[in-house]
């Protein structure tokens, strides 16, 4: 299958942090691998601006560097990567201050080009880099700003993020990232709803048994101690990339795939979840590996607090208290040191009412699985019977869809999320952003969760790394007559 790239216009993209870890890891390589593919036009510029005192050939070296190191083995034709650098700029500039402002201003003079800013720095510098673009005069009704996360810590401090943002941009110009969004499975999940005639009169609490949502990394908190031990995997994960997911699995149908359509159906599941009960939340901490040759420290140990009681695991139960969902209990759960490292939505089907096979003594159960991650894709596992003689046994079977077999080539070589929603940025498209009123109602339903295990001075139950949580996460399921999906690669 030839795969089809439609180059987007001509931009200034800057990305502020630009020497930065997230920017070396995913922005920059991503655009060369969209440059490579035919998307990005000879037009277009790429402007670092961080605060480091380096020139623009320095900045280059270091690109050229990124790519190589992070570009996932991605090769492109001879003379290619040359060309790209050739698109690159650089400004040293102070977000707290005035240095490089007007050098910056000067480069972004053009004019019919599509200017974005990427905030890819401290979001404690969201609100200097907006109004010194607005007093530089690059705050103008066609610029696009990108902002990561982590979007505020609690609903006030969303709420104040954006007040500051909207100071200074409408909200058609400000994309707030999620990188899972970007994902190919995650749209191919709205594909899948909105697509098929199949699934969706099935997608309710009278076929859908529940719902398990699981993010399961196998890195610890590495370098970045510090800062998680402030956060906690509801933070870090639950408020925004669990909770994007559970939108798109649960909302209903919209009646156009435009921005503001899908996101208006993804606010009213938020608005829709139930509090979650104390006994439906169990939390964890990651223990030390002593078998383990590197001897990888404890959670603990990791950030240097003997006494931490921040979250490196958690796994809640929910409810969504509308007509389509009402009695459906949602199982959410990610972790660090897990097993494996899989990302997958679950849909388990009811049992038939009754089975007419007389022989047959199992429970089955269709099973959608979405995988975001790895080996992006869809399965269906479907009851047949067991083939030879032997009467009607019956046997569950997945019908496989794995992109990259299902797709030959244009699969395999998938777009990684963050090249996609860039490229979204620029032809002005956000359906795969969260809009600002989205980000405080997430914030809203988190809020009181943390504040009650805080009121209550929960501590994190202690799991063994390699293990896939505390067993009290096992039993949250266990005591409703279900059992997570194993994590498996
Ligand atoms: P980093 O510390 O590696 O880089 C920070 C960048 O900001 C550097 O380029 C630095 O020069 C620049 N900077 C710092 N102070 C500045 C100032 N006063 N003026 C101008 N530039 C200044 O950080 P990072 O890991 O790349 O993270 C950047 C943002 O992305 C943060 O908001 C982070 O939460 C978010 N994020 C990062 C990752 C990741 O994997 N690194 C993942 C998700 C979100």
Known sequence: MVSRVIPVDPFDLVIFGGTGDLARRKILPGLFRRFCAGQM?????????????????????????????????????TGTLEAFLEQIDYVAIDARGDQGWAELQ???????????????????????????????GMADQ????????????????AQTLNATLATYFDEHQIYRIDHYLGKETVQNLMAVRFGNMLFEPLWNAQYVDHIQITVAETVG?????????KSG?????????????????????????????VRDEKLKVIRALDPVLPHHIIRGQYQAEPMNEANAPGYRTAVGDARSRTESFIALKTHISNWRWAGTPFYLRTGKRMSARSSEITVVFKETPHSIFAEDAGRHRNVLSIRLQPNEGITLGVTIKEPGPGGMRLVDVPLDMTFADALGEEGADQVDAYERLIMDVIRGNQTLFMRGDEVEAAWAWTDPIIEGWEARNDVPKPYDSGSDGPTDSTELMRRDGREWRKVSL
């Open 41 to 77: 036009p000879p037009e277009a510029r790429i402007i670092g601006a961080a605060r480091s005192d380096i020139d623009v050939a320095a900045f280059r070296a270091m690109v050229a560097e990124a790519t190589q190191e992070f570009g996932g083995g991605f090769t492109c034709e």
């Open 233 to 261: 995997a509801m933070r870090d994960m639950v408020q925004n990339h669990l909770m994007q997911l559970l939108c798109l699995i649960a909302m209903e149908p919209p009646a156009r795939f435009d921005p503001d359509a």
């Open 221 to 229: 908190v590495g370098g970045r101690g510090e800062y998680y031990d």
């Open 142 to 157: 066609d610029a696009r700003i990108v902002v990561e996360k982590p979007f505020g810590r609690d609903l006030e401090t």
């Open 106 to 136: 000067e480069k972004m003079s053009g004019k019919g080009r599509v200017e974005a800013y990427y905030f890819s720095v401290s979001p404690a510098l969201f609100g200097d880099l907006a109004e010194r673009l607005q007093k530089w």
